[in-house]
Protein backbone atom coordinates (compact mmCIF):
# COMPACT_ATOMS: atom_id res chain seq x y z
CA UNK A 1 0.00 0.00 0.00
CA UNK A 2 1.23 3.66 -0.62
CA UNK A 3 -0.21 6.91 0.12
CA UNK A 4 0.48 9.93 -2.14
CA UNK A 5 0.27 13.74 -1.23
CA UNK A 6 0.04 16.16 -4.05
CA UNK A 7 1.16 19.98 -3.69
CA UNK A 8 2.46 22.81 -5.53
CA UNK A 9 -0.66 23.62 -7.78
CA UNK A 10 -2.20 27.16 -7.55
CA UNK A 11 -3.18 30.11 -10.75
CA UNK A 12 -0.55 31.44 -12.81
CA UNK A 13 -0.52 33.37 -16.00
CA UNK A 14 0.31 32.30 -19.42
CA UNK A 15 3.63 31.25 -20.36
CA UNK A 16 4.68 30.74 -16.26
CA UNK A 17 5.91 27.57 -14.80
CA UNK A 18 4.63 25.27 -11.84
CA UNK A 19 6.26 22.75 -10.18
CA UNK A 20 4.14 19.60 -8.25
CA UNK A 21 5.11 17.62 -6.09
CA UNK A 22 3.90 14.14 -4.76
CA UNK A 23 5.22 12.66 -1.87
CA UNK A 24 4.63 8.93 -1.01
CA UNK A 25 4.47 7.33 1.77
CA UNK A 26 6.08 3.88 2.73
CA UNK A 27 9.40 2.08 2.52
CA UNK A 28 9.13 0.48 -1.18
CA UNK A 29 8.96 3.89 -3.61
CA UNK A 30 11.19 2.74 -5.27
CA UNK A 31 9.40 -0.21 -6.59
CA UNK A 32 6.66 1.95 -7.73
CA UNK A 33 6.61 3.73 -11.62
CA UNK A 34 5.40 6.99 -11.08
CA UNK A 35 2.49 9.20 -13.04
CA UNK A 36 1.29 12.02 -13.57
CA UNK A 37 -2.62 12.63 -14.63
CA UNK A 38 -4.86 15.58 -15.04
CA UNK A 39 -8.56 16.12 -15.56
CA UNK A 40 -10.18 19.41 -16.64
CA UNK A 41 -14.09 20.68 -16.14
CA UNK A 42 -15.99 18.40 -18.28
CA UNK A 43 -13.31 16.12 -19.35
CA UNK A 44 -12.18 13.11 -18.79
CA UNK A 45 -9.26 12.35 -16.62
CA UNK A 46 -6.10 11.94 -18.96
CA UNK A 47 -2.35 10.61 -18.75
CA UNK A 48 0.64 13.02 -18.65
CA UNK A 49 3.83 11.59 -17.71
CA UNK A 50 5.12 8.41 -16.28
CA UNK A 51 8.66 7.79 -14.97
CA UNK A 52 10.22 4.05 -14.55
CA UNK A 53 11.22 2.69 -11.51
CA UNK A 54 14.91 4.71 -11.17
CA UNK A 55 13.87 7.32 -13.26
CA UNK A 56 15.73 6.22 -16.28
CA UNK A 57 12.34 6.18 -19.06
CA UNK A 58 9.92 8.84 -19.16
CA UNK A 59 6.87 8.96 -20.78
CA UNK A 60 4.67 12.20 -21.86
CA UNK A 61 1.67 12.55 -23.70
CA UNK A 62 1.99 14.83 -27.11
CA UNK A 63 0.71 18.01 -25.25
CA UNK A 64 3.13 18.58 -22.83
CA UNK A 65 6.24 17.08 -24.86
CA UNK A 66 8.92 19.74 -24.73
CA UNK A 67 7.25 21.56 -22.09
CA UNK A 68 7.00 19.32 -18.79
CA UNK A 69 9.38 16.94 -17.64
CA UNK A 70 8.61 14.32 -14.61
CA UNK A 71 11.58 13.45 -11.98
CA UNK A 72 11.98 11.59 -8.59
CA UNK A 73 13.81 11.19 -5.83
CA UNK A 74 14.22 8.19 -4.60
CA UNK A 75 15.49 9.25 -1.28
CA UNK A 76 12.68 11.78 -1.11
CA UNK A 77 10.16 9.46 -1.75
CA UNK A 78 9.33 12.34 -3.59
CA UNK A 79 8.18 12.77 -7.77
CA UNK A 80 8.13 15.90 -9.29
CA UNK A 81 6.60 17.41 -12.65
CA UNK A 82 7.84 20.20 -13.71
CA UNK A 83 5.90 22.43 -16.04
CA UNK A 84 6.72 25.14 -18.21
CA UNK A 85 5.07 27.52 -20.81
CA UNK A 86 1.85 27.08 -19.28
CA UNK A 87 -1.26 27.24 -21.41
CA UNK A 88 -4.83 28.16 -20.48
CA UNK A 89 -5.90 24.70 -21.81
CA UNK A 90 -3.09 22.91 -18.81
CA UNK A 91 -5.83 24.30 -16.38
CA UNK A 92 -6.70 21.24 -14.66
CA UNK A 93 -7.09 19.02 -11.15
CA UNK A 94 -3.24 17.03 -11.56
CA UNK A 95 -3.04 13.71 -9.83
CA UNK A 96 -0.33 11.66 -8.91
CA UNK A 97 -0.59 7.71 -9.21
CA UNK A 98 1.65 4.92 -8.49
CA UNK A 99 1.87 1.28 -10.01
CA UNK A 100 4.62 -1.28 -9.99
CA UNK A 101 4.32 -2.01 -13.61
CA UNK A 102 5.91 0.63 -15.69
CA UNK A 103 2.80 0.25 -18.60
CA UNK A 104 0.09 0.10 -15.99
CA UNK A 105 0.92 3.23 -14.41
CA UNK A 106 0.12 5.51 -17.59
CA UNK A 107 -3.05 3.54 -17.94
CA UNK A 108 -4.82 1.93 -14.98
CA UNK A 109 -2.59 3.05 -11.49
CA UNK A 110 -3.39 1.09 -8.43
CA UNK A 111 -3.19 4.04 -6.34
CA UNK A 112 -3.60 7.78 -6.59
CA UNK A 113 -3.44 11.13 -4.42
CA UNK A 114 -6.00 13.76 -4.11
CA UNK A 115 -5.52 16.09 -6.67
CA UNK A 116 -3.69 19.39 -6.75
CA UNK A 117 -5.78 22.20 -8.97
CA UNK A 118 -3.58 24.24 -11.30
CA UNK A 119 -5.29 27.34 -12.84
CA UNK A 120 -3.78 28.91 -15.68
CA UNK A 121 -5.15 32.28 -16.85
CA UNK A 122 -4.48 33.83 -20.06
Known amino acids: QVQLVESGGGLVQAGGSLRLSCAASGRTFSTYAMGWFRQAPGKEREFVAA????????AYVDSVKGRFTISRDNAKNTVYLQMNSLKPEDTAVYYCAADQNYNSVQVRPSYWGQGTQVTVSS
Open 51 to 58: ISWYGRTT
